[in-house]
């Protein structure tokens, strides 16, 4: 019969041949990691103007509401204060999306800052990961011809 060849000590045999740099893995997600970090900062910091902002809007619009429900002496005051409320109102919204809108472009601007910064960094990471690789290949090259 014929002996089946044992694949666990060729696998072994092949990924000896190529080694595998963990350093530069681990550097990876470090890289990885932080960039995540950076990213969830921003995002969170956004949350919080925004909360900000809609709580204002919020606030200002009871305080608005709170003037239109008050009793009028003449039925016409009480079409005045509707219009005077819808007035404010509108200008109170161009001047809160307005601000909603700084955040969206504030957002966007670090989101592209940060981004072209991780690319840099991977990018020479990479660079570095390659070199110290092709070392690393023609070193077990010269290793196993030497054999």
């Known amino acids: 019969m014929t002996k ?14 190529f080694p595998v740099d ?10 990885t990691a932080t960039l995540n970090e950076k990213l969830s900062g921003v995002a969170l910091n956004a949350v ?3 909360t900000e902002i809609s709580s204002k809007w919020t606030k200002d619009t009871v305080a608005k509401m709170a003037e ?12 005045k204060a509707m219009t005077d409320f819808a007035s404010a109102y509108s200008e109170g919204a ?18 592209v800052e940060l981004m072209m910064a991780a690319g840099k960094d991977v990018q020479e990471e990479a660079s570095a ?5 092709t070392s690393d290949v023609q ?3 010269k290793k196993a011809t030497a054999k």
């Open 4 to 17: 089946t060849p044992d694949m666990t000590a060729i696998l072994k045999d092949v990924m000896a041949s």
């Open 94 to 111: 161009a001047e809160h999306m307005a601000a909603f809108a700084e955040i969206a472009k504030k957002v966007q601007m670090e989101t």
């Open 129 to 133: 990961a390659v070199k110290k690789a």
């Open 48 to 50: 919080e103007k925004s």
């Open 68 to 79: 239109m429900a008050k009793a009028k002496a003449e039925p016409a005051d009480y079409a």
């Open 22 to 31: 963990t350093a530069a893995m681990g550097d990876a997600f470090k890289t």
């Open 139 to 141: 070193a077990a090259a």
